[in-house]
């Protein structure tokens, strides 16, 4: 019994333990854990925890979406390009086109692939959802390019 209270009292901080978890332990922590099933746990779930995340590192969304997603991100970080786009767009006649560009932008948005099924712990990761508000984001604007088009024309 009070040898068991002395090694409780005598556990290795979270960061040695980290450093076991590394393969960088000394044998003193190696026993020590290797002895200790309260540490012994606390490695192992973080080892479990690092491996979940060596597996959402190797599987990134479909790497179509992320190509497709950069070049209207590149395009949207240009004003350059946007006002050279737009005025191209406003040189020439879109008047009878511009309900069936409406109808094309908000086809894309809806049709835009979605990532690839992952396993579930990967499908709620905060870098999801930011690629989801950026993906509207981008969406929104080009909705409003269209408006100020018709508005230049109209
Ligand atoms: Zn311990």
């Known amino acids: ?4 209270r002395a090694r409780r009292d005598g556990h290795p ?8 978890c590394a393969g960088r332990a000394d044998s003193r922590l190696t026993r020590h854990v290797e002895g200790c099933p309260a540490c012994a746990k606390y490695c192992d779930e973080q080892m479990r ?7 959402w590192t ?6 179509v979406c992320d190509a497709h997603l950069l070049t209207r ?14 005025g191209w767009l406003a040189g020439i006649s ?10 094309f932008a908000v086809w894309v948005a809806f049709t835009t ?13 905060p870098a999801a959802q930011t690629v989801e508000a950026e993906q509207a984001a981008s969406t929104l604007e080009d909705l409003e ?8 024309i109209g």
């Open 145 to 152: 390019m269209l408006q100020q088009l018709k508005l230049q």
């Open 94 to 103: 879109w008047k009878p086109a511009i309900p069936a560009a409406a109808l």
């Open 13 to 20: 901080d979270p960061a040695e333990l980290l450093d076991f």
């Open 58 to 63: 190797v599987e990134p969304p479909a790497e």
């Open 73 to 86: 991100l590149q395009a949207a970080e240009r004003p350059g390009l946007r006002s050279l786009l737009r």
């Open 49 to 55: 925890l690092w491996s979940l995340l060596d597996v």
């Open 1 to 4: 019994m009070r040898e068991e």
């Open 113 to 125: 692939p979605a990532p690839a099924p992952v396993p579930v712990h990967t499908v709620t990761t």
